[in-house]
Structure formats: structure tokens, C-alpha cells
């Protein structure tokens, strides 16, 4: 089977943050195929929760509000 040596740079699709220390590389156990996995940016994943937490913070406020007399 041919070979591939590749170099390249890695960004988040929505921040553009670099992740190539997000980056793992490595071969696996059964077919001995190479393989990258990714982590997600921590930038935007802080910002998911961030704004995850405000929505359920206005929808627990606007249910306390409708149950309120």
C-alpha cells in the first residue's frame, strides 16, 4: 500500500483558533492505519456552555415568572 507523508496546520472552523496542540496522531491496534483525532477548541467550547447556561437561566426565570401570582 503506498504511503503518505503530510504536513498541515489545523483551525477551528468557527473561531479559527489554531488547534494543533488539540491534535493526536497515532496508528491503530487492529489494521495499523494511521489516524488523527481532533479536540474540540476549547475557546468555543467554553462559549457553548457559557451561552447554554444563559438560556436556561432566562427559561428557568421566564417559567418563575409565569408561576409566580
Known amino acids: 500500500m503506498p504511503a503518505l507523508q503530510l ?3 489545523v483551525f477551528c472552523a468557527n473561531c479559527g ?4 496542540n488539540n491534535c493526536t496522531e497515532g ?3 487492529t489494521r495499523r492505519m ?3 483525532e481532533i479536540e474540540p477548541c476549547e ?5 457553548a456552555k457559557d451561552d447554554g ?3 436556561g437561566y ?6 418563575a415568572e409565569k408561576e409566580a401570582p
Open 34 to 36: 494511521e489516524f488523527i
Open 17 to 20: 483558533a489554531g488547534l494543533c
Open 27 to 29: 496508528t491503530t491496534r
Open 7 to 9: 504536513e498541515f496546520e
Open 43 to 47: 475557546k468555543c467550547l467554553s462559549k
Open 53 to 55: 447556561y444563559d438560556k
Open 58 to 63: 432566562e427559561k428557568g426565570h421566564e417559567d
